[in-house]
């Protein structure tokens, strides 16, 4: 490998470096910009920054992490489809649960302040 070579990678990395940055930078100021000025209903909003969320993972993964780009990148790919299966597990229990005890648990302010006077014996 010649000199020449070594400069070009370099190049090439800092090309693709900076186009992920600026990138990932726009991607969080849309979403900041959907959030602080409301445009969209609440749902709407999630549905959107959920998919620029997905949009800057790749683009991290690309820009990044280079991933496509080595020698085995089926290997790579695997240990990656198999870290977001757990990911995925890992998400959908957390708000499973939360939910469900969200629904058990929630009183209305009317049964709070009737389970409160009953606790004092007011």
Do not use: C
């Not at 602080?36 to 949009?55: C, E, H, K, P």
């Amino acid at each position: 490998m010649s000199l020449h070579d070594t400069k070009t990678n370099d190049n090439r990395s800092l090309i693709s470096y900076s186009v992920g940055y600026v990138s990932s930078i726009i991607l969080t100021l849309v979403a900041y910009a959907l959030v602080v000025n409301q445009i969209f209903a609440v749902w709407t909003t999630v549905f959107i920054i959920s998919g620029l969320a997905v949009v800057q993972l790749l683009i991290q993964l690309m820009f990044f992490l280079h991933l496509g780009q080595e020698a085995r990148p089926r290997w790579k790919l695997m240990v990656m489809l198999f870290t977001l299966v757990i990911l995925v597990i890992i998400v959908a229990g957390s708000l499973w649960i939360m939910f469900d005890l969200d629904s058990r648990m929630m009183m209305t302010p009317e049964e709070m302040i009737k389970y409160m006077n009953r606790q004092t014996g007011i």
